[in-house]
């Protein structure tokens, strides 16, 4: 005879997984794909790339801060939140018609990429980037918004962690599978560290088709549910609905507190951020092959940020989202000095594997948890520029600092620049502490 008791717990993790089964979660899995896509190409991808084809630290450091579009992206939301788009808009809806041209900005960017030759012509590299960035960017505008307005606030955590799971399958895509197949796409003659620009083009053209995946999703997707917009006479009265009124109504809701809210925001990852530029410049430095790479970090170590952003996302429903945030701001103190020892420990397949499985499980741990974070603090009247903000804070001021990192390891090492990184994450554990005891005024 089955034990009533013991069974209950069995059936409260089938009610917990089975969330991830609804048709917002699977929309959000696929969209989340189409999100992490670009982000890797862009920057750790890209500086692999660089750094095989010879190009400075120092400069593929000042090349990541093609990744600030990411970080000034606030700037634009609110023409994503409320400017309708012609045709299109009244073809998708506001969400959908967004989300496709964003979608179509990045695989031409991603083409562009194809076919430039930083070793040749950088600039046209740059160029390129630039728009990948930029289109990028706006999709993440445009599918933040959409993702709080497909589900009440108590189901975004198991939300973000599909977008988080849909996400970081793309970051092996993006990473594992565009090195797989510029590896494959090599002569053989010249060895697996020449660099060969055309087995990278042909790697970016494959990224570039798979830009399909969300846009396939964003035309068999339902237009979510939101309040009409209230009609605008004049232009004034839309600047001052699109722009302000969005920033004003969240420092309403929290009053002082909302600067403390901002500053948590603005450091949770900056040491994770800070890091991952002279990740794939390491890689390289240390004579891992491409396929070494592709196995370890962007297999082990993305099937690793899968189980932790699926766990962070099931602690965070069941002990609240400020102590997972918690947990995951030490954890990443830890996991980035993990890499000060790898690079002192010299080449070492077996210690890569360790060492950047327990980084990525950190990582989805904490990035889950602070989704979930950053979407209770919206206003889904404000939903697309308010989470912008949020999620441009988070990376202004880590990637304007990442920016120097290839600086720092030319001027003092792999060992010393790893170690560094991890004292950033200090100030986060006070902050995530205070922040837990901020209540916002109001409903939202």
């Keep these: 005879m089955t ?48 750094r095989e084809a010879s190009i400075d630290r120092s400069t593929i450091g000042h090349l990541s801060w093609a990744g600030l579009a990411y970080g000034f992206k606030w700037v634009w939301s609110p023409l994503v939140d409320r400017l309708p788009l012609p045709i299109l808009t009244r073809a998708l809806g506001r969400r959908r018609s967004w989300l496709l041209l964003a979608q179509a900005a990045v695989a031409a960017g991603l083409l562009g990429m194809a076919w430039s030759d930083p070793a040749r012509n950088l600039p046209a590299l740059v160029g390129w980037t630039l728009l990948t960035a930029f289109g990028s960017a706006t999709q993440d505008i445009a ?52 660099y060969q620009n055309a087995a990278w083009r042909i790697a970016y053209m494959v990224m570039a088709a798979s830009m399909a995946v969300g846009a396939l999703t964003v035309l068999l997707s339902p237009e979510p549910a939101r309040g009409a917009l209230a009609p605008v006479r004049d232009l004034r ?52 092959t491409k396929d070494q790479v592709a196995a370890v970090t962007k297999i082990y170590g993305v099937v690793m940020t899968l189980t932790g952003a699926l766990v962070g996302g099931s602690l965070a429903l069941r002990f609240g989202v400020m102590r997972i945030l918690m947990l995951g701001a030490c954890l990443s103190i830890v996991s980035n000095l993990l890499f000060a020892w790898l690079a002192g420990h010299g080449h070492d397949l077996t210690a890569l594997i360790a060492v950047v499985s327990a980084d990525n499980l950190a990582g989805g741990i904490a990035s889950a948890a602070f989704v979930g ?37 030319n001027a003092f090492g792999y060992v010393a620049f790893f170690t560094s990184t991890a004292p950033l994450g200090a100030p986060v554990l006070l902050l995530v502490w205070l922040a837990g005891r901020v209540k916002a005024q109001g409903q939202r």
């Design 373 to 409: 974070y950053l979407s209770s603090l919206t206003n889904v009247r404000h939903s697309a520029t308010q989470y912008a903000l949020f999620s441009s804070l988070m990376l202004l001021l880590p990637k304007f600092i990442a920016g120097f990192s290839g600086d720092y390891v």
């Design 237 to 288: 009265q839309w600047l001052e609905q699109a722009l302000v009124e969005p920033f004003a109504e969240f420092f309403r809701r929290y009053g002082w507190q909302a600067l403390l809210v901002l500053a948590l925001i603005a450091v949770y990852r900056i040491s994770d951020v800070v890091m991952g530029i002279m990740a794939n410049p390491f890689y390289v430095d240390m004579g891992y």
């Design 143 to 194: 599918l933040d918004a959409f993702r709080i307005e497909s589900a009440p606030v108590r189901e975004q955590p198991a939300l973000a962690a599909s977008y988080q799971t849909g996400y970081r399958l793309a970051m092996i895509w993006a990473g594992a599978g565009v090195l797989w197949l510029a590896a494959r796409a090599e002569v053989a003659a010249l060895g697996p560290h020449a």
């Design 3 to 50: 034990d009533p008791a013991a069974a209950l717990p069995k059936r409260a993790l089938r009610t917990a997984l089975a969330v991830y089964l609804r048709p917002e979660s699977l929309r959000m899995f696929a969209l989340g794909f189409s999100s992490g896509l670009p982000l890797l190409l862009v920057l750790g991808t890209l500086s692999f790339r660089l």
